[in-house]
T-cell receptor, first 118, second 114 residues
Framework: GAVVSQHPSWVICKSGTSVKIECRSL??????MFWYRQFPKQSLMLMAT?????????EQGVEKDKFLINHASLTLSTLTVTSAHPEDSSFYIC??????????????FGPGTRLTVL | DQQVKQNSPSLSVQEGRISILNCDYT??????FLWYKKYPAEGPTFLIS?????DKNEDGRFTVFLNKSAKHLSLHIVPSQPGDSAVYFC?????????????FGKGTKLSVKP
């Protein structure tokens, strides 16, 4: 099956620093990648959708200058949390969609990254 | 306002019996629904999906039923196994004019007891 990896799996950083999270599709090309955030006992909330080679589309309420997304290749998307604050502490999960044209193509999720901002 | 609702935060079932997980949605324009299984500190794993043109889809022990008039879907697992213990998320999507953005419910934690 399709495999999506995330790195790092967990990170602790000081308030005010920036953190980069990588999402890779290991055995398929992903034209579209999604970034989600999950708070404890809450649902996964879509933050943004990124297409390879173009700017990400952010959901309402998500600051694009704070959460920088780069989808430089068909197998790699990065999320950079800039000037992180304790309220940014969360579980960040990416997903990748196989390069079909159907919006219903299955999304494959990465294992997630636990971010803790002190 | 939540568009996808899973009103039962938890469910406990005996091994070998049927597990029924429920999901309701409010947006009648959703036409594609999915169930994901998630273990702690891991990403969700796709289980099964259903298009709105169907009312049932079956894959091994997993069956999803869709009642469009009630805006309700359910996931049946039979027989339930201890390894099925996880959080199950219902998700909805639009198959047109969309890149496949998923809208998730809050999840139901299933515990299958030996």
């Amino acid at each position: 099956g399709a495999v999506v990896s995330q790195h790092p799996s967990w990170v602790i950083c000081k308030s005010g620093t920036s953190v980069k999270i990588e999402c890779r599709s290991l055995d398929f090309q992903a034209t579209t990648m999604f970034w989600y955030r999950q708070f404890p006992k809450q649902s996964l909330m879509l933050m943004a959708t990124s297409n390879e080679g173009s700017k990400a589309t952010y959901e309402q309420g998500v600051e694009k200058d704070k959460f920088l997304i780069n989808h430089a290749s068909l197998t790699l998307s990065t999320l950079t949390v800039t000037s992180a604050h304790p309220e940014d502490s969360s579980f960040y999960i990416c997903s990748a969609k196989t390069s079909g044209r159907m919006s219903t193509d299955t999304q494959y999720f990465g294992p997630g990254t636990r971010l803790t901002v002190l | 306002d939540q568009q996808v609702k899973q009103n039962s935060p938890s469910l406990s079932v005996q091994e070998g019996r049927i597990s029924i997980l429920n999901c309701d949605y409010t947006n009648s324009m959703f036409d594609y629904f999915l169930w994901y299984k998630k273990y702690p500190a891991e990403g969700p794993t796709f289980l099964i999906s259903i298009s709105s043109i169907k009312d049932k889809n079956e894959d091994g022990r997993f069956t999803v039923f869709l009642n469009k008039s009630a805006k309700h879907l359910s996931l049946h697992i039979v027989p339930s196994q201890p390894g099925d213990s996880a959080v199950y998320f219902c998700a909805a999507s639009f198959s047109w004019g969309s890149q496949g953005n998923l809208i998730f419910g809050k999840g139901t934690k299933l515990s299958v007891k030996p």
